[in-house]
């Protein structure tokens, strides 16, 4: 078997060599010349069998991903496959299976969760589109997974777009977790009465209905930095968070975990808050509560 594998960055060329592990060859494209097995798009085409191609996109959603699959829409033949593996929002998913549609080439959405650990550990993956061509990538999912029973790895979801909603809100679900951690982290911080926060943490790993891989990636940056003095408190989101809110607003579905972590990510990259100046004045308004003048106010302590 042979496919190609479109964006060798982070997640890309480690799915390339997990892939190749597999012994199944892979010929991947990217722009960057020091990664790249061919020169051009064209190239790694017409290294694949024709009428039975299976290509694999991997690059950031929104029009770099649609650029790529309008490009290998001209480039396939019928009885091709593209299996979107990006980030991408589901409603783009039946445009893109439509235009491929035209000529004959089969389409599948793929979400996939793993990060930079999934070389070594395997993917999660959760993948949209028709049973019969689901069967036929079937041998590269299998590679992808992680090892054990298929059905604790690798799910076809639905239909087209099922798998990129699955990952809309495992990464919704993410921000919760996150963010319930880093609070217990804070609160663990801000008491002198616990001396070792690192190790309470540590503690939870094994036996605690806390536990999780998270909890352990977050006591393993607590072991690289104790008090996370080398990092900035900003923290960007990758917009599946505010797909998963919206989501949830146009069904009427009460989310407000997943909301109240995405907000807490849009305060992370405010220097001042407004709308705390603007609780503060509310309260001198109605209550005569005293305020604090402007660059008064001591800034907290760094965590222990």
Not at 73 to 96: K, M, R, T
Request: net charge negative.
């Amino acid at each position: 078997m042979k496919i190609g594998l479109v964006g060798l960055g982070k997640m890309g060329a480690n799915m390339r060599e997990r892939i190749r592990r597999s012994g199944i060859e892979v010929v991947g494209y990217d722009r960057n010349a020091d990664v790249t097995d061919v020169d051009s798009l064209e190239a790694m085409v017409d290294a694949l069998p024709a009428g039975d191609r299976i290509v694999w996109v991997m690059v950031p959603s929104g029009s770099i991903t649609d650029g790529v699959i309008t490009q290998l829409a001209d480039l396939l033949s019928a009885g091709d496959i593209v299996i979107d593996g990006g980030n991408s929002y589901y409603q783009d998913d039946e445009p893109h299976a439509a235009l491929l549609r035209t000529k004959g080439v089969g389409f599948l959405d793929a979400g996939v969760s793993g990060g930079v650990w999934g070389l070594e550990n395997g993917y999660g993956l959760m993948v949209g589109g028709d049973a019969d061509l689901v069967e036929r990538v079937l041998p590269v999912f299998d590679a992808l997974r992680p090892p054990g029973d298929r059905a604790e790895g690798f799910v076809h979801a639905g239909t087209v777009g099922a798998g990129h909603y699955a990952k809309m809100v495992h990464n919704g679900i993410e921000y919760g977790l996150m963010q319930a951690y880093a609070e217990g982290y804070e609160l663990l911080a801000a008491k002198d009465l616990v001396t070792d926060v690192h190790g309470t943490m540590r503690a939870w790993t094994n036996g605690t209905v806390v536990r999780s891989w998270l909890l352990e990636l977050l006591v393993r940056a607590l072991e690289q930095d104790p008090g996370l003095a080398a990092i900035d408190d900003w923290v960007e989101d990758s917009g599946e968070g505010r797909w998963t809110v919206d989501e949830a607003i146009d069904l009427a579905v009460p989310a407000p975990v997943i909301s109240a972590a995405l907000f807490a990510r849009f305060a992370s990259r405010q220097g001042e808050s407004p709308a705390m100046k603007a609780v503060a004045a509310l309260r001198q308004q109605f209550g005569g509560h005293a305020v604090k003048p402007a660059g008064s106010a001591p800034s907290a302590p760094p965590p222990a």
